[in-house]
């Protein structure tokens, strides 16, 4: 039985990624920075909870690291932890820093000086490529990282990769772009929208506030992409993948689609800050646009290509865009019933 062990298990991946493992026969471990009293949501939602061992762990505290690897034989170990939120990253970016990128290197060091035959998985993102510089991105576009979040992953990456090439590790990095699901917490976009319009299909009566509606995104399912994280660690050779569903989705036609999931038919109109939607059989206003959502410097388009992915170990996504907004939209509905 092969023993793996997940930083951020409690979050939307680490609860994914851990009903994965599982039902590989894996034993299953993860850390928590408060064990006594953890947020569990996720991992009792998909019935995990009670198969999984749960660790102390905490990425600013080198010795707490060294200890944990120490002590246990993990045969994998995924870095799944992060200050995960952009938009917090702006008010937060020294922690910001340290978890998402500092963190990573204690990591590292940790495995490599007590447990270097760990294989290694590090949860890079596409916001390291920020200002786009080639559409579609793959593992050879440049990044340009436009949040403190997305210039710690920066650094994060490329220490996986030096650790890599340096200690001869079996270490790899996943370009994920932006995966999502029921499970995903309210402050990112995708669960504020289906959220907030589950709320307004009940009843309420306040719009959703978002902010850039121009921005475009590369949605899939968070189910999808842990297979290919595991896949990746089962490789012979370490090595990095972007991870992605090839197809870029405006934060608009998200909020469309999953708006008709709950019987609301947006008729959108205005632009920039004026910009809203209203439902066309009731006539209520149902988005607005608010500049308090907009960031101090924006990451206008997004979109991968997992083509080596595809090649190497055979990963392809198996939930559209429009399935997921569905798919989310109603899951909020029915917590509401």
Known sequence: MKRAFITGITGQDGAYLSKFLLEKGYEVHGGVRRPASP????????????????????????????????????????????????????????????????????????????LPEARFYQASTSEMYGRVQSVPQNEETAFYPRSPYGVAK?????????????????????????????????????????????????????????????????????????????QMLQQETADDYVLATGVSTTIRDFVTYAGSALGLDLEWSGTGVTEKAVDRKSGNAIV????????????????????????TFGWKHTVDVKTLAEMMAKADFDALS
């Open 39 to 114: 947020e569990t949501s996720c991992l009792e939602k998909l019935g995990v909870l009670d198969d999984v061992h749960l660790h102390q762990f905490d990425l600013g505290d080198s010795s707490n690291l060294f200890k944990t690897f120490g002590d246990n034989n993990f045969d994998e170990v995924y870095n799944l932890a992060a200050q995960s939120f952009v938009g917090a990253s702006w008010d937060q970016p020294t922690y910001s820093a340290d978890v998402n990128g500092i963190g990573v290197l204690r990591i590292l060091d940790a495995l490599r000086t007590v």
């Open 154 to 230: 920066v650094y994060a990456h490329y220490i996986t990769v030096n650790y890599r090439e340096s200690f001869d590790m079996h270490a790899s990095s996943g370009i994920l772009f932006n995966h999502e699901s029921p499970l995903r917490g309210k402050e990112f976009v995708t669960r504020k929208i289906t959220s907030e319009l589950a709320r307004i299909a009940k009843g309420g009566s306040e719009p959703l506030l978002l902010g850039n509606l121009d921005a475009e995104r590369d949605f899939g399912f968070a189910g999808d992409y842990v297979e290919g994280m595991w």
């Open 288 to 311: 607005k646009v608010s500049e308090e959502f907009f960031r101090p410097a924006e990451v206008d388009a997004l979109v991968g290509d997992p083509s080596k992915a595809k090649a």
